[in-house]
């Protein structure tokens, strides 16, 4: 059975407390939870303070995903607020190996992401060391973009090289039109933020996606 975890950025900030037991009372399995820095990618989301405010009512794992430079500067802090598991850039670790070292240190599940024009070929040394891969299936930086269809390809190839000892994870464009296809290639984990929070009714499109599919 895969996994869903709604991403929080596509929440009601306005109301994010409501949202939050929401998922809590729903059958997601994780809260996702994009950092961005407006350097890596071209915009700005969140980070510690609300991650910590977010701890204090989540009653499921907090998958937290790094979409900023220099992410080991952070590591320990974002443990620190609550995150369970952190993911980090290929594309910003020029010493991945290490920062993923750092990551387990802490405690916490490591994993890592790659953009849509990056090759699976590059996890080739480190897949190992990973409790997960994170495909993007759009560009990263805003909610609500189109699916890049070579993404399947992607997951093939993310599972041949995984050897069903990781999680792979597929974050951007999911929806009802596509989730069965994405889970069908290798999928274990679908993050779903506009999908679920721009629904008439999230519980039940959280629902569907876990088991309607």
């Known amino acids: 059975m895969h996994l869903i975890a709604p991403s929080i950025l596509s929440a009601n900030f306005l109301n994010l407390e409501k949202d939050i037991e929401m998922i809590n009372q729903s059958n997601a399995d994780w809260f996702h939870i994009d950092v961005m820095d407006g350097r890596f990618v071209p915009n700005i989301s969140f980070g510690m303070p609300v991650l910590s405010a977010i701890k204090k009512k989540a009653t499921k794992l907090l998958d937290v995903h790094l979409m900023i430079v220099e992410p080991e500067k952070y590591i320990e802090d974002f443990v620190k607020a609550g995150a369970d598991s ?51 299936s759009v560009n990263p930086g805003f909610g609500g973009q189109k699916f890049i269809e070579n993404t399947y390809k992607k997951i093939y190839e993310t599972k041949a090289i995984c050897h ?50």
Do not use: W
């Open 86 to 136: 952190i993911t980090v850039h290929y594309e910003a670790c020029p010493h991945l190996h290490r920062t993923i070292q750092q990551i387990k240190s802490c405690g916490v599940k490591a994993a890592v992401a790659i953009n849509p024009h990056t090759p699976v070929s590059v996890l080739s040394e480190i897949i190992d060391d990973l409790d997960m891969v994170l495909i993007m």
């Open 164 to 213: 069903n000892k990781q999680l792979i994870q597929v974050d951007g464009g999911v929806s009802m039109l596509n989730a069965q296809m994405i889970v069908n290639c290798g999928t274990n984990c679908l993050v779903a933020g506009n999908a679920v929070f721009s629904a008439d009714n999230p519980t039940e499109m959280i629902n569907k996606l876990k088991n309607g599919i």
